[in-house]
């Protein structure tokens, strides 16, 4: 079963401006972790930031930061002040204890200048 | 420098021909796993290990197979009945068991079936 959505296929933003790249998921599970990656054309995954299940505030990692709304089940991506190196895939996965790891369909984000 | 090597860069193969993906880490990681990506998709579980000597099928095993023989090392064959090999395949390792712990990612290798 899905446990992993990003319903935005692509998103487009203007350089320097903020955009949220938006996740839900599923589970039953108490302890799990999010992370975002982001994947640039050469392929190569970059890990961008991390939100535990039982983490109070929302994860911050630079121009980085994750939305939870554990109750909602999303864990939003917001990138502030878009860079035209931002443009990549973006993923969002789930990690639950002693599990693999799984991953969304991904977001295809173009900043434009 | 720890990281995660996968070689080579870019691969090709006749139909028919079976052919060994390379992956190796030097992160002292216990669980390693192998992924397939299509064209703007996103990344399918092909298999996984999470300690020497055993390996566990994820969602599209069939018409791959690995083997574990050494913590650094996780190869990957795309054998003959893979009906549709020609995809990009990410290899990863991250510590074992805790949900907290992310996953390293080699930088890929990109097989054509000619």
């Known amino acids: ?113 | 420098d720890g990281g995660i090597t996968q070689s080579p860069k870019y691969l090709f193969r006749k139909e028919g021909q079976n052919v060994t993906l390379s992956c190796e880490q030097n992160l002292n990681h216990d669980a390693m796993y192998w992924y397939r990506q299509d064209p703007g998709q996103g990344l399918r579980l092909i298999y996984y290990s999470q300690i020497v000597n055993d390996f566990q099928k994820g969602d599209i095993a069939e018409g791959y197979s690995v083997s574990r023989e050494k913590k650094e090392s996780f190869p990957l064959t795309v054998t003959s009945a893979q009906k549709n090999p020609t995809a990009f395949y990410l290899c990863a390792s991250s510590i074992r068991g805790a949900s907290y712990n992310e996953q390293f990612f080699g930088p890929g290798t990109r097989l054509t079936v000619l």
Not at chain 1, 32 to 61: H, R, V
Not at chain 1, 64 to 81: H, P
Not at chain 1, 85 to 93: L, Q
């Open chain 1, 1 to 113: 079963a899905q446990k992993i959505t990003q319903t935005q296929p692509g998103m487009f933003v203007q350089e320097k401006e903020a955009v949220t790249l938006d996740c839900t998921y599923d589970t039953s599970d108490q302890s799990y972790g999010l992370f975002w990656y982001k994947q640039p054309s050469s392929g190569e995954m970059i890990f961008l930031i991390y939100q535990g299940s039982y983490d109070e505030q929302n994860a911050t990692e630079g121009r980085y930061s994750l939305n939870f709304q554990k109750a909602r089940k999303s864990a939003n991506l917001v990138i502030s002040a878009s860079q035209l190196g931002d443009s990549a895939m973006y993923f969002c996965a789930m990690r639950e204890w002693n599990n693999d790891m799984r991953f969304g369909a991904g977001t295809r984000l173009t900043v434009k200048p």
